[in-house]
């Protein structure tokens, strides 16, 4: 995998987690478009406005503010996320409500990624869901559409929450929920035009034990 993208900022999750949840799974909902390129949301939920003033300010304030003021939202593993493609870098940017300031990946990340391909987007995190610990995890796909996630014979779901042309390719974003027992490197089953393939995907997130084989 390519380097790893630049976080921005600072992550103000004593102003914020008053506010409201700080963890959920995610969710569906009816289609809606916007952001930077062809933008595909499987969900919006409601962002609060007060903390969306200060995603923005920061966006503008590290040089990342959304082309023509435009971004997405929708419901991540945290709860409710904007993404963008920043108008002055071309980087691909996320922000929620535990971090306000955004992580982005760069423009040259995004250039060299392999198409088709798919790779993991910051920035991944613990989530507690009916008293399970698992990872969640945010997708980029290059070229091609990811169908789901499997490992010992389990299958797990990805929500499409954006996509957009960028760099000479169209990047899909996706985010998953995978066990924080059952890290290891995952087949992804995904789809180039008509025809399936397979790729597969080092998701030992924790970086220690050994993984599972899938």
Known sequence: ????PVKLGVVLVGLVCGVSSCASLPGGGGPTAAGGGAATVTARPAFPENIKKLVLKFAT???TAPAGGRFTEYDGAHGPELIWVS?????LCVASETVTAGMCQTAKRTAE???????????SGLTDHHGESSWAIRLVASGEAVDHLSCQGKDFPVLKVYSADLAGALRTVY?????RN???????AVRRGSESAEERLDLNMDKVGPPAQC
């Open 87 to 91: 108008e002055r870098t071309g980087d």
């Open 182 to 188: 059952l890290q290891g490197e995952y087949k992804v």
């Open 61 to 63: 304030e590290n040089g």
């Open 175 to 179: 985010t998953v929920a995978i066990p």
């Open 113 to 123: 990624a392999p198409v088709p391909g798919v790779d993991v987007f910051e920035d």
């Open 1 to 4: 995998m390519a380097g790893r």
